[in-house]
């Protein structure tokens, strides 16, 4: 009898862009623990499973934009796992809010930055931590970059919405300790160098979507060229490929560069 699919779960990422010196634009990637049940050692963008916190009605009130609530719930779940994970912080003043409006600096993310790993293990309310210091969430600086939702045959399955956002100029990247073990800047052609000649582990998703910023030549074009584009659902579907080896495939995405991947090469 076939086992019927787990349901995939409401999980976000966030693609923190800014400017190098010259060349393309970095993107923010953290090293996962060794000891996680999931992508332990990978490098990864910022990002994790939405939580019950995140879809409060209450966030209305403390977001800049409206998404409605699928795109609402992942947009926060993202802005709060890039909190918990890299300490950055996409917030504005409560006084001074409103699309465009300039983000906090490093007086707000030093003063909150204790309070990272509580957020994260569920012991306080993100959503109390941004209201009781009189903050918004910067929900509108996000960009819909990707959706990838895990294939039906793994036994932990995401529905995952990817986004692009430039990083807060005034703020300072550092991993927490727990879930991650370290926080650097890369080009996506530097990452992707990095996987290929065995110096990171970086699972499918996230290799695909670092292909896909590759077409950018600045932190602005990527979000002017992916905030015009369609973003398609992503649905690993498995089969075998022409010498009968099996593999997943997926649509033809610009920017992927590839519509077939061997299961041997799928890092979980």
């Known amino acids: 009898m076939d086992k019927t699919p787990s349901e995939p779960r409401l999980s976000a990422t966030i693609l923190m862009l800014r400017d190098a010196a010259s060349g393309p634009p970095e993107v923010l990637m953290v090293k996962r623990h ?31 934009g409206d998404y409605g609530p699928v795109q609402q719930d992942a947009r926060i779940a993202a802005v709060r796992e890039a909190f918990e994970e890299s300490g950055l912080l996409l917030a504005r003043h409560a006084t001074a809010r409103g699309p465009g409006a300039p983000l906090v600096g490093t007086d707000v993310t030093e003063a909150l930055s204790p309070h990272r790993a509580a957020v994260d293990k569920g012991e306080m309310s993100f959503l109390d931590l941004v209201r009781d210091n009189g903050l918004v969430l910067a929900l509108d600086s996000l960009v819909y970059f990707g959706h990838w939702i895990t294939p039906i045959m793994m036994p932990k399955r995401f529905d995952t919405h990817f986004y692009i956002a430039p990083a807060p100029v005034n703020q300072v ?12 800047w890369l080009s996506a052609a530097e990452a992707l160098a990095q996987e290929a000649d065995g ?70």
Request: glycine share 8%; charged share 25%; with cysteine.
């Open 34 to 64: 060794y000891e996680i049940d999931f992508a332990a050692g990978a490098l990864v963008f910022p990002g994790g499973k939405a939580s019950a916190d995140d879809s409060r009605p209450d966030w209305d009130a403390h977001t800049d």
């Open 173 to 184: 990247a550092a991993h927490d300790g727990r879930e991650t073990t370290d926080a650097v």
């Open 199 to 268: 110096r990171a582990t970086i699972i499918f998703p996230t290799r695909m979507n670092l292909k896909r910023l590759t077409l950018a030549n600045s932190a602005t074009d990527a979000l002017s060229r992916f905030g015009a584009m369609e973003v398609p659902t992503v649905l690993p579907k498995p089969g075998k490929d022409e010498d009968g080896k099996p593999c997943l495939f997926i649509p033809e995405v610009e920017g992927y560069g590839q519509t077939v991947e061997l299961l041997s090469n799928v890092k979980v």
